[in-house]
């Protein structure tokens, strides 16, 4: 089993960057895909972004392309994401999450494990 932990949010001011942290405090992330989803107040959870295995493959949400970047340490059991230049909208909590499945998804029901979460706030 995998637990994962996130950490490095915070309360931003628009156009500012953060960069998020998401640890294996136990277990590893070996042959998992790792994802990054997002959920406001009264939304849904929402996917952000996906990174492969060796991580060779990513994919983005069309709302955060270009602005932010997933990255991994297999080493570290880390994953992180790097978030330029952001917006209001950006406001949320942010989960990371592991699946088991070999190819990236950005569906939820994929993916086994996830964080507690860790607030994002961005203020204009």
């Known amino acids: 089993q995998v637990q994962l932990v996130e950490s490095g949010g915070g309360l931003v001011q628009v156009g500012a960057s953060l960069r998020l942290s998401c640890a294996a405090s136990?277990?590893?992330?070996?042959?998992?895909?790792m994802g990054w989803f997002r959920q406001a107040p009264g939304k849904e959870r929402e996917f952000v972004t996906t990174?492969?295995?060796?991580?060779?493959?990513?994919y983005y949400a069309d709302s955060v392309k270009g602005r932010f970047t997933i990255s991994r340490d297999n080493a570290k059991n880390t994953v992180y994401l790097q978030m330029n230049n952001l917006k209001p909208e950006d406001t949320a909590v942010y989960y990371c999450?592991?699946?088991?499945?070999?190819?990236?998804?950005?569906?939820?029901?994929?993916?086994?494990?996830w964080g507690q979460g860790t607030q994002v706030t961005v203020s204009s």
């Open positions: 999450a592991a699946s088991p499945i070999v190819r990236l998804t950005t569906t939820p029901r994929d993916y086994t494990y």
């Open positions: 136990r277990g590893t992330f070996s042959g998992y895909v």
């Open positions: 990174i492969s295995w060796s991580g060779e493959s990513t």
